[in-house]
């Protein structure tokens, strides 16, 4: 069993930069996704990584704003989030998959395990 904990979200002007964070408790190598799902929408795949190689993967609506990184070290998985806008707002959920992202991400229901989630809330 993998257990995830976000943190970081909270509310920030458009323009401004946030920065989540996800601790896991190590399993194996495994894909690490960050989804988000605004009320009334369905979840959305954000960015992912593959741990065995570092590779990433993002979402064209955040693609040269936001940033996926992971500490081994540390066991936490990162969300650089820059150039927010009012679109962003949603609860941004980190998940895991013991498979590769090239076969999972961004399909939320080929994810196994998941956090409760953060609330990111970008104001105009």
């Known amino acids: 069993q993998v257990q995830l904990v976000e943190s970081g979200g909270g509310s920030v002007q458009a323009g401004g930069s946030l920065r989540l964070s996800c601790a896991y408790s190590?399993?194996?190598?495994?894909?690490l996704g960050w989804f988000r799902q605004a009320p009334g929408t369905e979840r959305e795949g954000v960015a992912a990584?593959?741990?065995?190689?570092?590779?990433?993967y993002y979402s064209d609506s955040v693609k040269g704003r936001f940033t996926v990184s992971h500490d081994n070290a540390k066991d936490t998985f990162y969300l650089q989030m820059n150039s927010l806008k009012p679109e962003d707002t949603a609860m941004y959920y980190c998940a895991a998959v013991s498979a590769l992202c090239s076969r999972t991400w961004p399909v939320s229901d080929s994810f196994r395990f998941w956090g409760r989630g953060t609330q990111v809330t970008v104001s105009s």
């Open positions: 990584l593959w741990t065995g190689t570092g590779t990433t």
């Open positions: 190590r399993y194996s190598t495994f894909c």
